[in-house]
């Protein structure tokens, strides 16, 4: 079983991207990371701590990779107990209100999942970012303690 477990959210591969980057420089640190384009229960469940990394796409909506992963965690509804998670949020703030609503998704799921939420959740407003990676990754690599506590 994975140190880490990263979900991700993609619709053109930039978020992909991001998380291949982080689950480069995690391994650096000696965790086992594994990331998941198209996830399942098991996947989720079968995880460490958890981190998702995801676009926006629409109105505020979740990838098609991951619409039915999320369907299914809200219809099984398996806690977590206080498993640690992050959520790094790829978005464009020039869609206002909708601005990071894959992520936000994600992170309001996770809490209802009784997550333990290690950080609030970061936006990178592509109108600002032009590599997400430099962000998320440093961001995660600050998270590495309280994500891999036992």
Not at 5 to 16: K, L, M, P, R, T
Not at 25 to 41: A, S
Not at 76 to 81: A, D, G, I, Y
Request: net charge negative; with cysteine; charged share 20%.
């Amino acid at each position: 079983m994975a140190d880490i477990s990263i979900f991700v959210g993609s619709v053109y591969g930039n978020a992909q991207h991001v998380a291949e980057q982080a689950q480069q420089k995690l391994e650096e640190h000696g965790l086992e990371v594994d990331v998941f384009t198209d996830p399942d229960i098991d996947n989720f469940t079968n995880a460490n701590a958890v981190v998702a990394i995801s676009s926006t796409t629409g109105q505020g909506d979740l990838p098609p990779n991951v619409e039915l992963f999320v369907s299914d965690l809200r219809d099984t509804f398996p806690l977590m107990n206080g498993k640690p998670f992050a959520v790094a949020a790829l978005g464009d703030s020039s869609y206002g209100d909708t601005y990071c609503g894959g992520g936000r998704q994600f992170f309001e799921l996770f809490t209802e999942l009784q997550g333990s939420a290690v950080a609030d959740m970061l936006e990178i407003d592509a109108c600002e970012t032009l590599e997400p990676e430099e962000e998320v990754v440093p961001w995660l690599e600050g998270l590495i303690p309280a994500l891999t506590k036992a």
